[in-house]
């Protein structure tokens, strides 16, 4: 089974940067892409980030290019989405997932609790 447990979100003012880290239990994490996707209230949840299993490929939502990066660790089985310049709009529950796509687009077969990122204005 797999686990994906979020951690780093919290509440800052527009401008401010969190990094958000996500765990994996799956002793192949490195075999697989990962994404992160968000759900702001009423909204439906979006496709935010994502990166190969080898990091070789990143993928953007544009709303959020050139201000966030998504990275991953393999040895530490860890995908990380750095967020620098928040915007209010950027409020969400994000959520790490698990990919067994081989190619982009990716669809996500595993998910975490999601961790709540609230920015104010």
């Known amino acids: 089974q797999v686990q994906l447990v979020e951690s780093g979100g919290g509440s800052v003012q527009a401008g401010g940067s969190l990094r958000l880290s996500c765990v994996a239990s799956?002793?192949?994490?490195?075999?697989?892409?990962m994404g992160w996707l968000r759900q702001a209230p009423g909204n439906e949840r979006e496709f935010t980030a994502a990166?190969?299993?080898?990091?070789?490929?990143?993928y953007y939502q544009d709303s959020v290019k050139g201000r966030f990066t998504i990275s991953r660790d393999n040895a530490k089985n860890t995908v990380y989405l750095q967020m620098n310049n928040l915007k209010p709009e950027d409020t969400a529950v994000y959520y790490c997932?698990?990919?067994?796509?081989?190619?982009?687009?990716?669809?996500?077969?595993?998910w975490g609790q999601g961790t709540q990122v609230t920015v104010s204005s």
């Open positions: 990166i190969s299993w080898s990091g070789g490929s990143t």
């Open positions: 799956e002793r192949a994490f490195s075999s697989y892409a």
């Open positions: 997932a698990m990919s067994l796509s081989s190619a982009w687009p990716y669809a996500y077969s595993y």
